[in-house]
């Protein structure tokens, strides 16, 4: 998908040398320069450490989770801070996701830059910088947008805002459970939110109702925390809340959305049959699912397949797509290696990175690792892996890790090497944290 932005194709943005992970280049070059060097991971040319996306096991993710959506009826706006590489966005727009989902003005910002026409910002919209971003977005009627409220003074401030600049801002009502993040916890506070919301007729309008369920940890919570969603959402329809959204040129199906990483086949099942009366889009917003993982999301991934119908179904699994390689670059004591790699290169709030891959240059192929090698810790620069005395392992060896939590390990990095099975080059995506 050849996805333009406003200074052209996504494939044309310079790609700089100065950032880590990649060969050795003068100038600032195109993706597809880069694809005609014809870097091969496995004859370094890469500059380790390294961070490299599996084409293939991409490929599979995605059309994993579309199919699963679409088995529901419902829509998918994949979470795009895990990412933050807009070529990713476009594969998955492309894929036949139907938005974006981001976090912020800055992350609205960059995926409208790069095309993206559709977003659920998943958090409220505060201060006047930032307000003026979304507004400055807004001014392109093709671009559709909401955030989420849960505060009368949060809609005021929006209200008073848009008000002055003479626009018009979707917003989603977003429910909390007690002692979770944000959201409203009760009637009081909704009824406060409604009352402001009504003083700002022509300026905040309705759009929906949102929730993340990923603060809760046991399923039954969980589901009845979405019970109750889905029975706000009938109530204000019920009571004619969305009224602004059911006729004109400009009507848009009231949304429902919710699902994080980890709960999103449970979303699926309580939102997907939801009736209100009016036109509706459920939609999912999982973010981790195109890179996956071998940590939490791999533990998450495995009781989705054991408690849902439609995962059973399809026989198939989510694959970790994202890895990290990096050289042996000390062995000074008999069971210690250290690696060229650390904290600055990966993700370590949610366990440490996993060894899963041995190569040593000249080799034919990888090698998996042996069972007992593992990272017992990580500095800014250096991992310690644990070996034992008679293990075959040298200096200039590359270790392939696994990762957990994408979400930590992609900001980490500006670009990143996407390779085919032979660990050929075929494109680079860049990042924008």
Sequence with gaps: MNVTNNHGSIDSLAISPLNKGLGAFQQPVTAAEIKALNW??????????????????????????????????????????????????????????????????HQTKVAYQHGVRRVIMANQLVGKQNMAIIADLLA????????????????????????????????????????????IRNPQQQAAVLEALA?????????GVEVYEGVLKEEADIRGFLQHAVACTKQLAKDGRFAARTGGAAARPVILTGAGSAWYDVVAEEFAKTEIGLPLDVVLRPGCYLTHDVGIYRAAQAQIQTRNPIARKMRTELQPALQLWAYVQSIPEANKAIIALGKRDAAFDAGLPLP??????????????????????????????????????????????????????????????????????????????
Excluded at 199 to 207: C, E, G, K, S
Excluded at 395 to 414: N, Q, Y
Aim: overall charge negative; proline content about 6%; hydrophobic content about 40%.
């Design 199 to 207: 003083r700002w007729p022509d300026n905040i309008v309705l759009a």
């Design 140 to 183: 392109d009627q093709s671009f559709e947008f909401c955030c989420l409220v849960d505060s009368a003074d949060g809609v005021d401030q929006l209200g008073a805002f848009f008000q002055a600049r003479k626009q018009q801002l979707h917003v989603l009502l977003e429910l909390g459970p007690d002692g979770g993040r944000t959201g």
């Design 356 to 433: 899963a891959a041995h190569y040593r240059p000249g080799n034919p192929a990888p090698d998996t690792t042996p069972a007992h090698w593992q990272l017992t810790g990580m500095m800014d620069q250096h991992a310690y892996l644990q070996i034992k005395e008679d293990d075959d392992i040298k200096v200039g060896d590359m270790i392939g890790f696994d990762i957990s939590h994408p979400c930590l390990t992609f900001d980490k990095w500006r670009q990143i090497a996407v390779v085919n099975p032979q660990h050929q080059v075929i494109d680079v995506i860049q990042t924008f944290f």
């Design 40 to 105: 091969n991971l496995l004859r370094e040319d890469l500059s380790l450490p390294t961070a490299v996306l599996y084409e293939e096991r991409m490929n599979h993710n995605l059309q994993w989770m579309q199919q699963f959506v679409s088995e529901y009826g419902v829509k998918l706006a994949p979470h795009g801070k895990t990412t933050m590489a807009p070529k990713l966005f476009a594969r998955q727009l492309a894929g036949g996701a139907w938005g974006i989902t981001l976090a912020t003005a």
